[in-house]
């Protein structure tokens, strides 16, 4: 009979593609890209259906634009976690600010005066 030791263990997760070790630090990086991509996914995918049986219109040209950007956030958030630059984790370092309470309570607040000045400045350079 087969040896059952091992029967039993399951793992579970987001992901399609499975995170591992290459050769090379060219396919590290494009594995690790990968696998961002892919829990981005499955992310985005609940959220939208979510938001979609709750009356929003998902195929309007704003409502795309907006969850692609929530795509890039999750993706940064991603990247940070093993270590890669992106470049919207410094647009959320510009535009928030975290407060700390007590060990357990941490507050996050969205800067809109930054943003205003960010896009005033952005207005400004193209005129």
């Known amino acids: 009979m087969e040896d059952d030791s091992t029967k039993g263990i399951v793992v579970k997760g987001p992901w399609k593609r499975v995170k591992t070790v290459k050769k ?14 892919d829990v981005a ?9 979510g ?6 219109d998902i195929k309007s040209d ?4 907006e ?3 929530i795509n890039e956030i999750v993706k940064a958030i ?3 976690g093993m270590n890669y630059p992106h470049p919207m ?6 535009v928030m600010s975290t407060k700390k309470e007590s060990v357990e309570d941490v507050y996050s607040k969205f800067d809109y005066e930054k943003i205003e000045e960010m ?5 400004k350079e193209d005129e």
């Open 78 to 80: 991603m990247y940070r």
């Open 51 to 56: 938001l979609s049986e709750n009356g929003v």
């Open 89 to 94: 984790n410094q647009f959320i370092e510009a």
């Open 41 to 49: 996914e499955s992310v985005m995918i609940p959220l939208i259906h």
């Open 67 to 69: 969850v692609g950007f």
């Open 119 to 123: 896009l005033d400045n952005l207005e």
């Open 24 to 37: 090379s630090q060219t396919e590290k990086i494009s594995n690790d890209m990968a696998f961002a991509e």
């Open 62 to 65: 704003k409502f795309v634009s």
